[in-house]
Antibody, heavy 118, light 106 residues
């Protein structure tokens, strides 16, 4: 069965970077894109970007352009999201999710809590 | 950027009720709209995609309709498990979510 399993919670200082992994299984990794979405406490879901792991195409939300890097290790069927120059406003749960032909985003990781505090 | 606005923000209803949530886009998005259910501490769960397509495994009491700028999610007969947050998402131009609707027990 399709599974996306994310790395554990992170606590970071302002100005630091965080890198979250999303280990996938149960499907052909290179046939689908992976989206990254975050949710700050009590806030709406916020799309950060996506990467088509098969061809390497990447698209970032303008809000995060320059601060976020999406990557993947196809041999490990794992996608990564790195966010730099963290501030307290980056405190949120971060999700990865599988895209299906840009028609739907059907399977999600369990989420990774990132807490940014001095 | 396309903005998504849901209404109402909170909806109080009883088991067995028929309820409708509306999502409006700031410009036309065709049929590129999805609906998700989210429970506290959990990832979103896809209910509807391309405005009206029911995701595999989702009960048929959920349905979606609309195109262009106005969309609705309807639950035909609320069950206890349906009380949760609901979000719409457009994916015509990048991706953007509505602010959410809390469906609570009356």
């Amino acid at each position: 069965q399709v599974q996306l399993v994310q790395s554990g919670a992170e606590a970071k200082k302002p100005g630091a970077s965080v890198k979250i992994s999303c280990k996938t299984s149960g499907y052909t990794f290179t046939s689908h894109a992976i989206h990254w979405v975050r949710q700050a406490p009590g806030q709406r879901l916020e799309w950060m970007g996506w990467t088509h792991v098969g061809n390497g195409n990447v698209k970032y939300s303008q809000k995060f352009q320059g601060r976020v890097t999406l990557s993947q290790d196809t041999s490990a069927t794992t996608a990564y999201m790195e966010l730099s120059s963290l501030t307290s406003e980056d405190t949120a749960v971060y999700y990865c999710a599988r895209d299906v032909r840009r028609e739907k985003t059907d399977f999600w990781g369990q989420g990774t809590l990132v807490t940014v505090s001095s | 950027d396309i903005q998504m606005t849901q209404s109402p923000s909170t909806l109080s209803a009883s088991v067995g009720d028929r309820v409708t949530i509306t999502c409006r886009a700031s410009q036309s998005i065709g049929h590129w709209l999805a609906w998700y259910q989210q429970k506290p501490g959990k990832a979103p769960n896809l209910l509807i995609y391309k405005a009206s397509y029911l995701q595999n495994g989702v009960p048929s009491r959920f349905s979606g309709s609309g195109s262009g700028t106005e969309f609705t999610l309807t639950v035909s007969s609320l069950q206890p498990d349906d009380f949760a947050f609901y979000y719409c998402q457009q994916y015509n131009d990048t991706y953007a979510f509505g602010q959410g609707t809390k469906l609570e027990i009356k």
